[in-house]
């Protein structure tokens, strides 16, 4: 099955510094990927979809100039928390799907979460 | 409002007993219903999936149930082990097209004790 990966696993910064987080489709090339934000004891929030070849699509609430996503090709886009600061330490986890094509959570489509990434700022 | 709510937050048990997960969704439409197995500092491990006209569908010791009536679903774990030790995550879809979006709930945390 679809493996995704994740690099750094775990990133402390200062604040005011800019982190860059990869996700890779191991054995996919993944068309549409996802970026979700996971606060403790809480539920995963997404964040942006990245589509491989254009913009990504922002949850309402999320800044795409603070939170900047690339997706230049099909295995790998990345997340840039730009001038980041404390309220932005989190857990951030991205995803694929298996269909890659639609990735709307079909029945037929398995999803795929990477090992996630933790952030700390200080 | 769509959401998805699960119970209970947290659940502590002894190895080898049995255990219920329950999840309850007001999501519509409704196009399948997902189990996920989350692991401290891990991401996401999908479990089952099941559609509307499935009722209940077993990946080992784990057997997720579907009632799309009353929209509710449950994880039955059979035999609990140290490694069950997780937070468990019930995620609903609500189409399968390129509109759908998928609604998570904030998990039950099982703790598995000697």
Known sequence: ?122 | KNQVEQSPQSLIILEGKNCTLQCNYTVSPFSNLRWYKQDTGRGPVSLTIMTFSENTKSNGRYTATLDADTKQSSLHITASQLSDSASYICVVSDRGSTLGRLYFGRGTQLTVWP
């Open chain 1, 1 to 122: 099955g679809a493996v995704v990966s994740q690099h750094p696993s775990w990133v402390i910064c200062k604040s005011g510094t800019s982190v860059k987080i990869e996700c890779r489709s191991l054995d996919f090339q993944a068309t549409t990927m996802f970026w979700y934000r996971q606060f403790p004891k809480q539920s995963l929030m997404l964040m942006a979809t990245s589509n491989e070849g254009s913009k990504a699509t922002y949850e309402q609430g999320v800044e795409k100039d603070k939170f900047l996503i690339n997706h230049a090709s099909l295995t790998l886009s990345t997340l840039t928390v730009t001038s980041a600061h404390p309220e932005d330490s989190s857990f951030y986890i991205c995803s694929d799907f298996q269909n890659g094509g639609s990735a709307s959570g079909g029945p037929e489509e398995t999803q795929y979460f990477g090992p996630g990434t933790r952030l700390l700022v200080l």
